[in-house]
């Protein structure tokens, strides 16, 4: 195995009907302790008959868990005109309504109106959908009747029951304290969990190939209707589509890569070697984890690649560590890092077309022949050209032929001449 651990990892040592014990009722002081406890009890499948319920992670009762209220289906016409069973997807809640209005309609109008037929839309709330929001979405889209308003199961939304209550509140105190950033908010633990390894089971989705990922309150700034990005993804068969990428801050994360080392060297057989793969990308030339992400706030992510065996043990080893709660592991982080791992350099491709505006960031194509043509953003503003920008050096791997085009629409426009260089070299 090609990477290291740098800190020992500290085994713990008690007696045999004490572990069973940890194993069923999980009160975890630290993070070491909580990766070495899910090994053993994973291996050793240890499980009592008073905890029978929930000897399945919530990764493995999704078999059985089932929309209680709202939409539980797309019916096979809404596929009937698309090119790919693709489809838009958003977790919203009910007080949100304005925001996700504009960003609907933002979308329609820069690209799912302009077809002959559109994708459909699939949101999910964690709570029951008001009539009013459901009424008023619907007039948001081109067509309302591919709107689908699902609820997000209980099952997979609260806290798993190995989880301790009250280390949970005390890591969100910490985390505030250090000015971590929504770690205070219960509802955006879940919220990452949530969307890093389970909402892909809601039935919702049962027929849906690609998926493209929305965050609520984004605005998208170019027009794409003459290039379709979902089919793109599947005529090139690409896993991941994306178009930022940048630094997340270590703070809310400092064990997402030792837990994601420990795993890497007990499932060895799924890790591809990193010359095939992004790994380069994200750790520096000391072998040390740099923080890099892709942005999830528009990604467009095959839906099989997320249900993959190896992606769901994966999620489920980082779910039984408990990160999502006791830190501030976000999708981002965990989905980038498994695609590091498990896909090709080649399943990957950057939209360099598909501008838009979010809380954190823009982006916003470096070409002249789409700013004049098809967008309304400004280039000064992308994310590209910011400091804690990962988006070059992964552009360079995953669509090098891309480089050459930023470097003269620098050299031209932003008169970066040192940018451009750096750009190219």
């Not at 994973?42 to 868990?65: A, D, M, P, R, Y």
């Not at 929309?67 to 596929?79: E, F, K, L, N, P």
């Amino acid at each position: 195995m090609i990477y290291s651990i740098s800190n020992s990892w500290k085994y713990i040592s008690i007696s045999i009907g004490l572990i069973i014990t940890v194993c069923v009722i999980n009160t975890r002081s630290t993070i070491d302790t909580d990766i070495n406890l899910y090994n053993f009890c994973h291996q050793n499948n240890f499980s009592h008959k008073e905890h029978k319920t929930h000897e399945l992670t919530e990764s493995g009762q999704v078999s059985h868990i089932k929309a209680r209220t709202g939409d539980s289906m797309i019916h096979d016409y809404v596929w009937d005109g698309v090119p790919v069973k693709g489809a838009f997807y958003m977790v919203v809640q009910n007080s949100d309504l304005h925001n996700a209005r504009a960003t609907i309609r933002s979308l329609e109008d820069r690209f799912n109106s302009r077809l002959n037929t559109s994708y459909p839309w699939i949101l999910l709330n964690s709570q029951p959908f008001t009539r009013k929001f459901k009424k008023y979405a619907r007039l948001a889209a081109n067509d309302p009747t591919k709107v689908f308003f699902g609820q997000i199961d209980l099952n997979a939304w609260s806290l798993p029951y190995w989880i301790d209550n009250n280390r949970v509140e005390t890591a969100m105190k910490q985390m505030l304290h250090y000015q971590v950033e929504n770690s205070d908010s219960l509802y955006y633990h879940q919220l990452q969990r949530y969307q890093t390894g389970l909402f892909m089971h809601h039935s919702l989705f049962d027929t849906v190939e690609y998926i493209w990922q929305v965050e609520m309150g984004t605005t998208y700034t170019c027009d794409m209707f003459q290039n379709d990005p979902f089919q793109k993804m599947k005529d090139s068969k690409k896993k991941i589509g994306f178009a930022l990428a940048s630094t997340e801050s270590s703070s809310g994360m400092f064990s997402l890569w030792p837990a994601s080392l420990q795993f890497m060297k007990q499932y060895s057989q799924w890790v591809l070697p990193i010359e095939k793969t992004i790994m380069s990308w994200l750790i520096t030339s000391e072998r040390e984890y740099n923080f890099c992400n892709i942005w999830t706030s528009f990604q467009i992510v095959e839906t099989e690649f997320l249900k993959s065996p190896e992606y769901q043990i994966y999620f489920q080893y980082l779910d039984y560590v408990g990160g999502f709660f006791y830190e501030r592991w976000t999708t981002a982080s965990v989905r980038s890092i498994a695609a590091a791992m498990f896909l090709k350099t080649s399943d990957l491709h950057f939209f360099e077309q598909v501008g838009y505006t979010e809380s954190k960031g823009e982006h916003c194509p470096l070409n002249e022949e789409l700013l004049e043509s098809s967008c309304t953003c400004q280039y000064q503003n992308t994310l590209d050209l910011r400091p804690n920008s990962c988006n070059i050096e992964l552009i360079r791997l995953t669509n090098p032929e891309t480089i050459n085009t930023m470097v003269d629409f620098a050299k031209s426009k932003l008169n970066l001449k040192e940018e451009a260089l750096n750009f190219a070299s």
